[in-house]
């Protein structure tokens, strides 16, 4: 017998909104997720940026913050390799012509860990622009394949880095684990011995790291992956949390920690981009990452949270 409300499912009752929900979720979902970001663009910040410094949204994890003509790149990813070449092992070559377009000025790029999406661009972009790259051990690797070991700072945790008017300090983190939430995906050192044949198995994850930002009197955290060790933390009430939701599902409570942990003013949501499409085009978002579902989560812990999200490339301005 079945109860007002309630569907019958393989033998189960369950509440009517979760079966529809279920059954319609990728299109439902999908429409749900661009609503939510379309309510929530980070144009309209309630704590807006300091005077004069800019962020760029680059897609993925990526973002540019700059000040006082001084570019600090984070983990930028623009060649966006198809998902065929990447499934098939093809090996991955950057896009310069991407790179040119998108991150013209660098003055130093920070890597949080180094899969292909948060790193195959970063030897080419630190060539052309003439920086220094700061990241794991695993980076310094991927640097000296390309010949640029002397362009590698390998950081040191804790440790802070003045780097133009920003201050940068590398906090250990961990990854959230992709393979049915057991391990990480692509996990340990690069130990490839040619840039050039590395496919995306190659470029392994590294050491981990958040990375914490001061500049302008403001504070900036970057959480690349859906995962974090809380006793590693020693910054509390950043202004601005640059949080990775892909992913997500595999950590326990994810949010919830990385709110109480963190407690910042503003949590500008990355990481949601289908990054197997082109960063020019119309965005998807990435499978399963449920942004509507993440904007729900972070109300739960508290409504006092804001939450924002760039479009590909948008640049918001302090005035
Ligand atoms: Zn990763």
């Known amino acids: 017998m079945s109860v007002p409300g309630t569907v019958q499912v393989g033998g189960w009752s369950a509440p009517l909104g979760s079966a529809v929900r279920f059954l319609l979720a990728p299109g439902a979902r999908q ?10 663009n980070v144009a309209q910040l309630s704590q807006p940026l300091p005077t004069g410094l800019s962020m760029t949204w680059l897609g993925t994890a990526g973002f540019t913050l700059a000040y006082e003509g001084f570019h600090l790149v984070i983990d930028p990813y623009l060649t966006r390799t ?5 499934v098939r092992h093809r090996p991955l070559r950057p896009s310069v012509d991407l790179i040119d377009r998108h991150v013209p000025r660098a003055d130093a790029i920070l890597v949080g ?6 790193a195959l661009d970063v030897p080419e ?15 310094a690797t991927l640097m000296g394949l390309a010949g640029l070991t002397d362009a590698c700072v390998t950081a040191e945790p804790g440790r802070c880095y003045a780097l133009g008017p920003f201050e940068v300090t590398f906090v250990p983190s961990v990854h959230s684990k992709l393979v049915l939430g057991l391990k990480v995906n692509a996990e340990g050192e690069i130990t490839c011995d040619h840039l050039d044949d590395m496919h995306q198995g190659c470029f392994r994850c590294g050491q981990v790291w958040g990375i914490h930002i001061a500049v302008a009197g403001r504070t900036f955290y970057h959480q690349g992956s859906a995962n974090l ?3 590693a933390l020693r910054h509390r009430a950043v202004d601005y949390l640059l949080c990775g939701i892909a992913g997500r599902g595999f950590t326990r409570d994810y949010t919830r920690r990385v709110l109480g942990a963190l407690q910042p003013k503003t949590v500008i949501a990355h990481h949601h981009d289908n990054f197997f499409l082109p960063l020019e085009g119309p965005m998807g978002f990435s499978f399963n ?3 509507g579902g993440f904007v729900e989560e972070v109300r739960r812990v508290s409504a006092d949270f804001e939450v924002r999200v760039f479009d590909p490339l948008q640049t918001v301005v302090g005035d």
Do not use: W
């Open 289 to 291: 990452v449920n942004f």
């Open 125 to 139: 972009l630190a060539r052309r622009r003439g920086c220094r790259v700061y990241g794991s051990s695993a980076l």
């Open 82 to 86: 198809g998902l065929g070449s990447v």
């Open 31 to 40: 429409r749900n997720d661009v609503s939510a970001a379309r309510e929530l």
């Open 113 to 118: 860990h180094t899969h292909f999406d948060h």
């Open 229 to 231: 060790i809380e006793s």
